[in-house]
């Protein structure tokens, strides 16, 4: 039976959990959900509002930009910036630190990558937005630079992802359990349907883009040919599910169990995902549900960062898949 729980509810809940909590964290979750739903009526009637499609320019990574990219870039930073809780924001579509239209009471820093998935904007498969939320790490807002965004992912206060599927859900973590809510748009809210999610310890799907094998490493190769081979006892052979579209990916393997990996690649030596707003937060999302996330040698979260817009390989999902997939690094 539906408990009918709201998101907003939900993240009072939690509050309640922690005595010496402000409720700032609770308001800037709000802020963050208020966007998705913004970004949300958006995406659901792209095609009909001349926002598929190109936008003509390149971002700090050189790929190229979609119209949409851009417009939910937009909404985030008019939606959540305008309410005075972060001092600081990162995106994947902005070169350096964005300071929010309010900024000087905030204590907190946003890092987001608006739309994730651009390559499926225009042929209506999901996407999603990716976030991630620390505090800063002095008092004073006005002094926040880009060292208050390059923290270490162990230091994420919350994070979170919204997926717009076949349902549009927020999934969510404050260190206290992975909860999920879907969107019911007859009310306009996030209600509460998966809560407490965990990821089972072993799946039987890999996701990784096979397109690129003859960039892939011999390790790579190595433990790809294992999960092919036929062996009951260990669940063998895995199948292949690969939206090419993180969020959907990560999420389909955090229910179901498996592992994505994105590696290091001839191509992508340094692996193509961003740790501070594509890995850290879902790597968060991932150990809270019981999960693991490395970049095949080190864990995600104890990577010490060094740029904003930084790239990792990324290996995440069940447990014992991870640990299977280091056993091959060399
Ligand atoms: O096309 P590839 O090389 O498999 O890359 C797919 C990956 O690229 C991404 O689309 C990158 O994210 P953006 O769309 O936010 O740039 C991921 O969502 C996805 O996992
Ligand atoms: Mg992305
Ligand atoms: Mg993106």
Same mark, same amino acid.
């Given at each position: 039976?539906?408990?009918?729980?709201?998101?907003?509810?939900?993240?009072?809940?939690? =509050?309640?959990?922690?005595?010496?909590?402000?409720?700032?964290?609770? +308001?800037?979750?709000?802020?963050?959900?208020?966007?998705?739903?913004?970004?949300?009526?958006?995406?659901?009637?792209?095609?009909?509002?001349? %926002?598929?499609?190109?936008?003509?320019?390149?971002? $700090?990574?050189?790929?190229? $930009?979609?119209?949409?990219?851009?417009?939910?870039?937009?909404?985030?930073?008019?939606?959540?910036? =305008?309410?005075?809780?972060?001092?600081?924001?990162?995106?994947?579509?902005?070169?350096?630190?964005?300071?929010?239209?309010?900024?000087?009471?905030?204590?907190?820093?946003?890092?987001?990558?608006?739309?994730?998935?651009?390559?499926?904007?225009? $042929?209506? /498969?999901? $996407?999603?937005?990716?976030? *991630?939320?620390? #505090?800063?790490?002095?008092?004073?807002?006005?002094?926040?630079?880009?060292?208050?965004?390059?923290?270490?992912?162990?230091?994420?206060?919350?994070?979170?992802?919204?997926?717009?599927?076949?349902?549009?859900?927020? /999934?969510?973590?404050?260190?206290?359990?992975?909860?999920?809510?879907?969107?019911?748009?007859?009310?306009?809210?996030?209600?509460? *349907?998966?809560?407490?999610?965990? %990821?089972?310890?072993?799946?039987?799907?890999?996701? %990784?883009?096979?397109? *690129?094998?003859? =960039?892939?490493?011999?390790?790579?190769?190595?433990?790809?040919?294992?999960?092919?081979?036929? +062996?009951?006892?260990?669940?063998?052979?895995?199948?292949? #599910?690969?939206?090419?579209?993180?969020?959907?990916?990560?999420? #389909?393997?955090?229910?179901?169990?498996?592992?994505?990996?994105?590696?290091?690649?001839?191509?992508?030596?340094?692996?193509?995902?961003?740790?501070?707003?594509?890995?850290?937060?879902?790597?968060?999302?991932?150990?809270?549900?019981?999960?693991?996330?490395?970049?095949?040698?080190?864990?995600?979260?104890?990577?010490?960062? &060094?740029?904003?817009? =930084? #790239? &990792?390989?990324?290996?995440?999902?069940?447990?014992?898949?991870?640990?299977?997939?280091? *056993?091959?690094?060399?």
């Amino acid at each position: 039976m539906n408990k009918l729980i709201t998101i907003e509810r939900h993240f009072l809940e939690q =509050q309640k959990s922690h005595p010496e909590a402000t409720g700032e964290l609770t +308001d800037l979750l709000n802020d963050v959900a208020f966007a998705a739903k913004l970004v949300r009526r958006e995406v659901v009637r792209a095609g009909l509002a001349d %926002i598929l499609g190109m936008a003509g320019t390149t971002n $700090v990574q050189g790929e190229e $930009v979609k119209k949409l990219d851009l417009f939910a870039n937009e909404k985030i930073i008019n939606a959540i910036g =305008q309410h005075g809780r972060f001092a600081l924001m990162g995106s994947e579509e902005n070169e350096g630190t964005i300071i929010p239209p309010k900024n000087q009471t905030g204590r907190y820093v946003l890092l987001f990558d608006p739309l994730d998935g651009s390559s499926n904007i225009d $042929v209506n /498969v999901s $996407v999603g937005t990716i976030f *991630s939320i620390y #505090r800063l790490t002095g008092d004073d807002p006005s002094q926040a630079d880009v060292n208050d965004c390059l923290q270490k992912g162990s230091e994420q206060v919350a994070a979170g992802y919204v997926i717009y599927g076949s349902s549009v859900m927020m /999934v969510y973590t404050t260190g206290n359990g992975v909860h999920g809510f879907t969107y019911d748009p007859t009310i306009g809210e996030f209600l509460l *349907s998966h809560e407490n999610i965990t %990821i089972p310890e072993q799946g039987k799907y890999y996701s %990784i883009n096979e397109g *690129s094998w003859q =960039q892939l490493h011999s390790s790579t190769i190595d433990y790809i040919n294992y999960l092919k081979e036929e +062996d009951k006892a260990t669940g063998r052979p895995y199948s292949t #599910r690969y939206i090419g579209s993180l969020v959907a990916d990560f999420h #389909r393997n955090l229910l179901t169990g498996g592992i994505f990996i994105y590696p290091a690649t001839r191509k992508h030596p340094d692996g193509k995902l961003r740790l501070m707003y594509e890995a850290n937060p879902l790597a968060f999302i991932c150990e809270q549900a019981g999960g693991r996330a490395t970049n095949g040698k080190t864990r995600i979260m104890d990577i010490d960062p &060094t740029e904003l817009h =930084q #790239r &990792t390989p990324l290996y995440i999902g069940s447990t014992q898949d991870v640990l299977k997939a280091e *056993s091959f690094e060399h």
